[in-house]
């Protein structure tokens, strides 16, 4: 199947058995929560018997070379079978062009030379009998080093800025009309410049990797979310065919991007198990995580907006500059948004890298929206206040007809909606335009509002179904489901497609042997993998329709059964001894090139700010978001509320700090990376316009997990700004900034 047509009437829409839009509980849930789901370093089964342990040594400098290493404590401590360094690891592929379509697949060497390019990057590796034989092995080996000069820094390296290279399906760089003339003729302005730190994933599970060699095949039980990219990965890296090389993540306890990639762990226990021809256990610590695997870059990003005096934009800029690793190309893209949120006739983004000796940073939350509506929904407000324009208003008289750039029409488009069906349910008349008007006791009350965007993407996926005599149907794909509900939105669509109840349905995920899916990430998995589920599903109703001897078009799947021209069987009966398998597969199409395919939603805010402290309280939060059908209302609420709160704590809290002398993050640990925790967190409400959208996919459906971070913290900064009359542009909004701008005000009379 492949979306160059909108997508007709099916059984989605028909949905006989009532399961789609259901929130139905999770069908894995029971598993997770009496601890019979094994996650990767849970993994017990393996050839070679008992399982050994790794545990890696990470480099204590950000730049130089290992001047000379000592193993000889290490290899004599008790249970140690292997000591690894640059100078005895396995040989293993070279590091994979910065260029390579899937850059999660490329080759990842591990200790290849004596060269430190990141601080954490791993100079040694032990494995022994347990972990505790390992970690205390691995404190006795001593590393000398050669340090070098680096830089850690954006602020100070922005001057040294490149143009990172376009990439297949989006430029970046836009320019429309004559943005700078526009500008500066506008009759009322912004030109603003905001700040974001480095944000950390911070999964609650963390990266680990079992790891065995069974019939000349390495078998990888890891955290993965796409498992072809890791299967490559692996592959490349010890220098054997992919079809040697079996990557499984059943169950994956977070991924939000960090675990796109498969880090050292996989690679050095995959080698480890070849040599010792046993299985090893590798896991990292929550300390190394922060070093050892990807990050969010910090940003810096210039807003300018020109407008009317009636409130009409008439230019719109923004520019980004982030970094990335010195060895990577990797590019936060924080101005993707502006090119279609808002009408203008006058546009520029652009996009500039700077080279650091830091960590590899990649895709994080929400990649580009997350950070970039930070500043851009920010800038909006300011102009509202300027031109005396309730916000939402002045984003409503800048509603484009069609995307302002690429000259297409939407696919669906209810921000309109969301921001009038928020502004209802939320109170927004009550609001008082003037900060600082609203006090209880010593504490500014405030609300603010957002807009939310994120794109939606359609990847081609593949699946295979098989019915048995029992009426039992069996799905497999190399799907993965990391926490947000994978197993129950897909059978879901299986049940409902083929009129079986939810228990009928065996949905197998997680495994590279299965057929390729483009795994979780970017908000594409449950219309991806979902759509190739649909296919595959069509495809066995034909057969079984067929069988039954009716026209699959008169077909009529329910209760376990087929019906049609007065004709009616159970579908395991159809299927007889042998039972019947389909196969299916979704591609993009012409559908994603016609029409401008987002979700959409509205963020609204409410806070305390105290007059004394400068201590910002979140009261209460609403998002109201229209992201086509709804699979699953409890999972996909579940998604939204998460998101929102991931916002709330890139507003207020999270920041990885980087020492700038050594080029470290100095808070490496939950105790100093904070997030949101319940007692931050009140009253945060999600909800999903009707919305059915046939230009995306078959199920007409849009991706949610990353939604609804998307323009969250913007909403909190403005209702800051709204409590107080204290514009922090630089983010975390911590108290400090609050009581420095509060003194700004006061000594400005």
Known sequence: MEMNNPAPRNAIDDNRQGLIGKGINRVEGLLKVTGQAPYAYEVVEGEGGKAAYGFIVGATIAKGTVAGIDTAAAENAPGVLLVWTHRNAPRQGAWGPLDAKDRYGRASPQMGSNRVDYYGQAVAYVVAQTFEQARAAAYLVKVRYAPEPGEFELAPARGKAVKPPDEPNQKTDSLVGDFASAFEGAAVKVDSSYTTPCHIHAQMEPHATMAYWKDGRVVIHCASQLLESAQQAVAGTL??????????????????????????????????????????????????????????????????????????????????????????????????????????????????????????????????????????????????????????????????????????????????????????RFGWRNRRAEPAAVVEGRWWIGMGMAAATRSNFLMPSKCNVALDRQGVLTVRMAMTDIGTGSYTVLTQVAAETMGLPVDKVRMLLGDSDFPETPGSGGSWGA????????????????????????????????????????????????????????SGEIKPGSMAKKFSQQAYGAHFAEVAVHRDTGEIRLRRMLGVFAAGRILNEKTAKNQAVGAMVWGVGSALMEEAVVDPRYGFFANQDLAGYHVAAHADIPAVEAIFLPEVDDKTNPLKIKGVGELGICGAGAAVANAVYNACGVRIRQFPLTLDKVMTGLAAKQAGG
């Open 527 to 582: 219309a991806s993998a979902g759509s190739g589920l649909f296919d595959a599903c069509t495809n066995l109703r034909e057969k079984l329709a067929r069988k039954l001897g009716v026209a699959p078009a008169e077909a009529v799947f329910a209760d376990g059964r087929v019906s049609g021209a007065g004709k009616s069987e159970t579908l395991g009966a159809l299927a007889g001894t042998l039972g019947l398998e389909a």
């Open 239 to 424: 220098q054997i065919a992919p079809d040697k090389v079996r990557i499984v993540s059943r169950y994956v306890g977070g991924g939000f991007g960090g675990k796109l990639p498969v880090y050292g762990d996989v690679m050095l226990s995959a080698m480890a198990a070849r040599q010792l021809n046993r299985p090893v256990k590798t896991a990292l610590t929550r300390q190394q995580m922060f070093h050892f695997t990807t990050h969010r870059s910090d940003t810096m990003q210039r807003v300018r907006l020109g407008a009317t005096a009636d409130g009409k934009f008439v230019a719109i800029g923004h520019e980004t500059w982030a970094h990335s690793a010195r060895f990577d190309n990797f590019m936060e893209n924080a101005s993707l948004q502006t090119r279609t949120l808002y009408a203008a006739p006058n546009r520029m983004t652009t996009h500039r890298l700077v080279k650091l000796d830091l960590p590899i940073a990649d895709s994080t939350r929400a990649p580009g929206e997350a950070v970039g509506m930070l500043a851009l929904e920010q800038a909006v407000d300011e102009l509202a206040e300027k031109l005396k324009l309730d916000p939402i208003e002045l984003r409503i008289r800048n509603e484009p007809a069609q995307d302002p750039e690429l000259n297409v029409p939407y696919s669906s488009r209810q921000l309109v909606a969301c921001m009038r069906e928020g502004a209802q």
